[in-house]
């Protein structure tokens, strides 16, 4: 799972520097979650928790921020805080929460 860590890395950086390995110019990752039906009965439950997103999230983007990676990386912010939303709300005003398409906690 992407928001597990190996050698105190997620694999999910980890999937990034092998994208910048093989000569890759971007990378664009999308959040899968379960909506009421298991979406993956092979390998049991790799639906994230909010609070492990919002860890994971807050690592991976302050890199890409900070460009830590060679590469451009897409990462979608699938949760934020109610509070968060409240003191930013113009920030957000096209944010898929509005729309109905995402998860506050």
């Known amino acids: 799972m992407l928001l597990t860590k190996e050698d105190d890395i997620y ?3 980890k999937m990034i520097i092998f994208a910048e390995d093989l000569g890759i110019s971007h990378i664009n990752f999308h959040d899968l979650f379960k909506a009421g039906v298991p979406m993956d009965t092979l390998t049991g439950n790799f639906a994230p928790t909010p609070e492990d997103w919002v ?23 699938c949760f934020i805080e109610q509070t968060e939303f409240e003191q ?4 957000y005003r096209y944010y898929p929460r509005n729309l109905g398409e995402i998860v506050m906690f």
């Open 88 to 91: 930013t709300q113009t920030y």
């Open 11 to 13: 694999v999910i950086e």
């Open 55 to 77: 860890l994971m999230y807050t690592e991976i983007s302050k890199k890409i921020t900070n460009n830590e990676f060679k590469i451009d990386v897409k990462l979608p912010q």
